[in-house]
């Protein structure tokens, strides 16, 4: 239905352009007139598209008058260069047309990959018959042939933004570092100059990936994401390849018990493991299971006898991703061995995650999964049941996340050694609005009823507890956080995660309330600030502490998986600037996480326990909770206690410090 759309609207002349010169496709003009020269390839003689099968299809698209554009993102060794080598051989003997072709940097262009096109057109008869008789139409950057010229390109505004051109490959497209002066990105640059050939235009984005704001992958999300298929030798089932390892699941496989990347090479000890009978797939069935793979899109799959089953994307841009499984130049031990090598060394890791799996890399340098903080459990109570403060505990904290009709709450104690259990989490709303007949309206007394005024009974039967410090985030809704807070002052704080790491401390006090002559009230708000590039880290790390060491961070058992998505929902990430390179750590929400509030909360309590000093809590301490009664603090607004001397709230001497 497409095609035939597109027929009733293309004039006769653009109808012409696509016509097949000869009936031939580009991959079969390929297999009849390319050499391979050894000195660029991993073989030489004559070019086999049955050798590396999946490139069919990429290939041909040059003539598919559905297909805009093509980003192929690749690992390395899988036939690519050559491919595209065919597609210029191909658009110079059938089907002559402007082309501009990039290259990463001026080098390339003049160095080995501006070879290798002077290769093809020197050494392959089919092309050299176009060749003119001037000796200077094939040097320097811009190439006459008989029918068409050929522009190399390299990332500056003045290489691609002078000539308008029917095809566009750009190869290599992540090692381009920089965008190119004030205009636009090189990509952009360079789709531009297509704009004259709109109707015939071809595009064709060609690169391993490096991270996730790279060129390659930014292209293939929006593209219609194509996997190769290929069929079990045993259950004739298709699927894409994927690496895997050692757990469940299909994937690549090798003994449990074997490290040595070494051996595993020289003795050929991984194999595929089918994702569908978990059949045992070696390297010689590959050949046949290539030569019977299908591209298929996202959101389809492969049925029997390769028939693709789903919805195909109707777009212009054709997305191909390949990994090095398919190489017929790669084993499966080979790439294991590479494997084990590089896992722990960051360097070598993203390499191989680049250039053999076709991976980008998220520079990821902090992040806990949701299935850690199950290891975190103890039996002190369950989900469901009453809080109840731990036997080990001696001091409490809770701070609150303020959304706009609601508050996450979370209550945590604290013990010797920076230990930490949680008490309780919360979702409570904010009343907007008055009921009706209400004569004194409080948006807070949820807040105040549950979290200022709580009271938690002990596991050992001791003193019941409630909160020494309460924190409130006052990001948002700044004023009526301050005024709540002003009510329970100096029980509840205000407090503000810094944008940037702070120097020195890792929380500040800072007086905000002034006079009429810009003094400052120093009975007035205070509000804490507080360095999450400090605590979002230490977080992580109390998550990851060892069982029964001092500063492990702990959960009641089976606590509920809204409290486990959001104290893990961030990592710590490495983004670059693609303009300088510069780079800066942020933290962010992983993918498919919406809500980090609960883990907002965790960080500004490490911050509270800070702030009461909780490091320097001791055995005794927790001797004069079990004995002495911490409920009989005061939640009287601060006028009333002010007159009492009520500031001196926080005691740093020693032992003493719970005392009032």
Request: charged letters at 30%; glycine letters at 8%.
């Amino acid at each position: 239905m497409a095609g035939s759309a597109l027929a009733r609207v293309w004039t006769e002349p653009e109808r012409d352009a696509w016509k097949l010169p000869g009936e031939i496709t580009p991959s079969e003009w390929a297999d009849e007139n390319r050499r391979l020269n050894p000195k660029f390839s991993n073989e030489s003689g004559r070019w086999r598209t049955a050798r590396t099968p999946y490139l069919r299809e990429i290939m041909d698209t040059l003539i598919d008058p559905l297909v805009e554009q093509v980003t192929f993102m690749k690992a390395t060794q899988i036939g690519a260069t050559e491919a595209v080598q065919n597609l210029v051989g191909y658009t110079i003997d059938q089907m002559p047309s402007p082309l501009l072709y990039v290259m990463p940097t001026e080098e390339d262009a003049k160095g080995i990959a501006g070879e290798r096109l002077k290769s093809l057109v020197n050494e392959t008869p089919a092309v050299a018959a176009h060749k003119t008789d001037r000796s200077n139409d094939l040097r320097g950057s811009l190439w006459m042939l008989d029918e068409m010229v050929m522009r190399l390109a390299w990332p500056t505004a003045s290489k691609l933004a002078s000539m308008p051109v029917r095809i566009v490959i750009i190869d290599e497209v992540d090692k381009i570092e920089k965008f190119t002066g004030k205009e636009a990105n090189p990509l952009e640059l360079a789709r531009d100059r297509t704009d004259t050939f709109k109707s015939t235009r071809k595009l064709y984005v060609v690169s391993s990936p490096t991270n996730e704001d790279g060129h390659v992958h930014l292209e293939f999300e929006d593209s219609d994401k194509r996997r190769y298929w290929v069929p079990c030798p045993h259950c004739h089932g298709y699927q894409p390849l994927v690496f895997g390892g050692k757990g469940g699941g299909g994937g690549i496989k090798w003994p449990v018990d074997e490290r040595d990347p070494e051996r595993i090479k020289a003795l050929d000890l991984a194999y595929y493991e089918c994702d569908l009978c978990a059949g045992e797939i070696r390297d010689h069935y590959k050949p046949l299971m290539l030569e019977a793979g299908v591209w298929c899109p996202e959101g389809c799959e492969v049925g029997p006898g390769g028939k693709i089953k789903g919805d195909i994307p109707q777009t212009t841009h054709r997305g191909y991703h390949l990994s090095a499984l398919y190489s017929p130049w790669k084993d499966f031990s080979e790439l294991v061995a590479e494997w084990l090598k590089a896992k722990s060394r960051p360097d070598k890791l993203q390499n191989f995650l680049n250039s053999r799996l076709a991976q980008v890399w998220r520079e990821k340098l902090d992040s806990t999964k949701t299935s850690e903080v199950e290891h975190l459990e103890l039996p002190y109570r369950k989900a469901g049941e009453d809080p109840i403060v731990p036997a080990d505990a001696i001091v409490i904290t809770a701070a609150i996340d303020v959304q706009k009709d609601h508050v996450w709450v979370e209550i945590r104690a604290w013990g010797v050694g920076e230990t930490s259990w949680l008490v309780q989490w919360l979702r409570l709303p904010r009343y907007l609005h008055p009921f009706e007949g209400e004569t004194e309206h409080d948006q807070w007394r949820d807040v105040v009823r549950y979290v200022i005024r709580s009271e938690f009974e002990r596991e050992d039967g001791g003193p019941a507890m409630t909160p020494r410090l309460i924190g409130i985030d006052s990001g948002h809704f700044t004023d009526e956080v301050y005024a709540f807070s002003r009510r329970f002052s100096p029980l509840l704080i205000p407090l503000k995660g810094s944008n940037q790491p702070m120097r020195g401390a890792h929380y500040r006090a800072s007086h905000i309330e002034k006079d009429r002559r810009g003094r400052v009230r120093q009975r007035g708000i205070v509000l804490w600030w507080v360095d999450p590039f400090y605590y979002k880290p230490k977080l992580h790390r109390m998550m990851q502490t060892e069982p029964g060491m001092p500063g492990r961070w702990h959960v009641y058992q089976d606590v509920e998986q809204e409290f486990k998505d959001q104290v893990t929902a961030e990592e710590l990430v490495i983004e670059r600037n693609r303009r300088t390179g510069a780079a800066k750590t942020v933290w962010r929400l992983k993918e498919g996480r919406n809500a980090n509030h609960l883990g907002d909360c965790a960080v500004y309590n490490l911050a509270l326990a800070d702030i009461v000093g909780v490091g320097m809590l001791t055995e005794a301490h927790l001797e004069q909770v079990r004995r002495v009664p911490t409920s009989g603090r005061s939640t009287e607004p601060e006028e009333s206690r002010s007159r009492r001397g009520g500031s001196g709230w926080i005691n740093r001497g020693g032992g003493k410090w719970l005392d009032r």
